[in-house]
């Protein structure tokens, strides 16, 4: 089985500053893993995934995860943030077989200030 | 452009009364699956289908019911047994053993007046 940890439930941050939301899993066997964003009163749209290979992932709005084995991490960054990244972010994961759902964190408010 | 569209958007129950969320999606996904997002809770999952005509309890099922007699269908039906159903509702489809993530619809807002 899996289980994803998000370490921060709200973070504060200045426009244009660079921001880092921290995410731990854990699994017994290889996964996949996603970032998710969720803006107020709508569903949950797909940010990036990593599935293999190079460890560094890119997504959408600027950005960008990394897949760390040995910390069994998976951190999302950006380093000039906006207004309009104000939302909601889940960490995500799953197992690699057809019967695998996928294990989403508990969220990470991100809140920025002019 | 395919998607999941879930109907209402908004939705208000008296006491004591079922009601249906509809959701349906044209891609062609096998798998489904409904969410409750409650706030600082995260998403909890209600029901799940891989299959039509098969699905299986998730972590809150009690007081919900589901179908699915189609593919591209999964109502989901809050029943009067659903002590505090007021919450953000998400319907998700995926194709299962891939790596493409799910897709969710834009939910269903539910108020219990």
Redesign the interface.
Known sequence: AQSVTQLDSQVPVFEEAPVELRCNYSSSVSVYLFWYVQYPNQGLQLLLKYLSGSTLVKGINGFEAEFNKSQTSFHLRKPSVHISDTAEYFCAVSGRSSASKIIFGSGTRLSIRP | DGG?T?SPKYLFRKEGQNVTLSCEQNLNHDAM?WYRQDP????R?IY?SQIVNDFQKGDIAEGYSVSREKKESFPLTVTSAQKNPTA?Y?C?S?I??T?Y???????T?LTVV
């Open positions: 999941i879930q699956y600082g809770q995260g998403l999952l799940y953000f998400l998700a995926s299962p053993g790596p993530g799910y897709t969710f619809g834009s939910g807002r």
